[in-house]
């Protein structure tokens, strides 16, 4: 139980497509995520499957059952709202008893439910506090506890970590995480933010402009983004056009061939594909390796270094060859930190491995 399906769903207002053409299929147990930008439709679709609004088209199914006429209180389906949508005028038990109200049960049932849920998500003691009385971190946790309450087959979760602060961000990721693991609830789980995206989830479907770009498991994203977007919106990374000739990939200067990119701004790598055209090519920063010596392998040239930031856990390092700027991200281990720090204008050898290497046709 708790399979959903989106078949063909797509859905306009006043003419304007905030999703279309969404076909998913999100098994049971499983811990799915949508993740896009800023207005690409991910609260819409999560509003649909909720049965808040109706497609214009498609249909969409719990456990093989058409559900998409069907009012929210007939899909078991239970969502946390982004800003949580808690009543006011009632204390914490009281909104976590309100779903089982509308499910007719008993006072007894009702308060030991409550009460297993408050537990659950450390709340035991704060049944009878006011919902103004509560933390942020503590308005999630209600806003949790009322919709596993009713006991779904489905549990929505809109961006429900983007209010909290950073600690408490991580924190709840966490708890959220091993509660869906304990409970074998089907999650759907509404983010922008790709850390939290692959983090948590079993897969990823990442949206632009209303419509799934890609789904898959976080490494698949991640490892082989479809296409420029989804490499960029899934992590950092260095992009640039190139141009594929026999395995040889020549680079331009950044994403434009821009007119003031001069012949010493032109780099050529070897690519993992024998296809001739254009394309753009992807490496992520971690994947670049530096060395103060010349490297005798494949993909490696010389680069002047430009800037170097510490930032904790990783080096950030700008390099140059030309025109053309990489950024490099080293994790900053003792054995490294011990050697001579290099210095801006200082020459470096950048390795590109072949198989870091991805190109992208769209
Ligand atoms: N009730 C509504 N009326 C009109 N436009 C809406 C409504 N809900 C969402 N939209 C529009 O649909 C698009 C997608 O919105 P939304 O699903 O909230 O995106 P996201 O959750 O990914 O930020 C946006 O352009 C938004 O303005
Ligand atoms: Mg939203």
């Known amino acids: 139980m708790g399979t959903v399906v989106l078949d063909g769903v797509g859905k306009s207002f006043d003419g304007v497509w ?5 076909d998913l299929t999100i098994e049971k147990g499983e811990f799915f995520t949508f993740l896009g930008p800023s207005g690409c439709g991910k609260t819409t679709l999560l509003r649909l499957i909720a049965g808040f609004i109706t497609p214009q088209s498609g249909a969409v199914y719990i456990d093989g059952h058409d559900v998409t006429h069907l009012p929210p209180e007939k899909r078991n389906v239970g969502m946390v709202f982004q800003n949580y949508s808690l009543f006011p005028y009632l204390n914490v038990r009281q909104n976590i008893e309100y779903g089982l109200t509308i499910q007719k049960k008993s006072a007894r049932e009702r308060k030991d439910i409550a009460s297993l849920y408050m537990d659950m998500v450390g709340l035991a003691d704060f049944g009878e506090r006011k919902i103004s009385e509560l933390s942020g971190g503590e308005q999630q946790r209600v806003a949790l506890a009322r919709s596993l309450a009713v006991e779904p087959e489905v549990l929505l979760l809109d961006e429900p970590l983007s209010n909290l602060d950073a600690r408490l961000r991580d924190k709840m990721r966490a708890e959220i995480k091993a509660l869906q693991k304990r409970l074998g609830i089907t999650t759907i789980f509404v983010t922008h933010d790709q850390t939290e995206a692959l983090t948590l989830s079993d897969r990823i479907a990442v949206f632009d402009k209303g419509r799934v770009v890609q789904v898959g498991t976080p490494h698949q994203v991640y490892d082989t983004p479809r296409n420029v977007l989804v490499a960029k919106f899934v992590g950092d990374t260095n992009i640039f056009s190139a141009t594929l000739d026999n395995g040889t990939a020549r680079l331009e200067n950044g994403m434009s061939h821009g007119a003031e990119s001069g012949p010493e701004s032109r780099l050529e790598l070897r ?16 994947n670049i390796r530096l060395s103060h010596t010349p490297v005798n392998e494949p993909n490696s040239f010389k680069v002047r270094l430009v800037e170097r930031q510490l930032n904790g856990l990783w080096i950030d390092t700008i390099v140059q060859v030309g025109e053309i700027t990489l950024r490099v991200a080293e994790l900053n281990t003792v054995s490294l930190a011990a050697g001579p720090e290099p210095q801006p204008g200082d020459t470096l050898w950048a390795t590109l491995p072949e198989t870091a290497i991805r190109l992208l046709y769209e």
């Open 18 to 22: 905030a999703c279309s053409q969404v």
């Open 271 to 286: 690519v993992p594909s024998a296809e001739n055209g254009t394309c753009h090519l992807s490496i992520r920063p971690q």
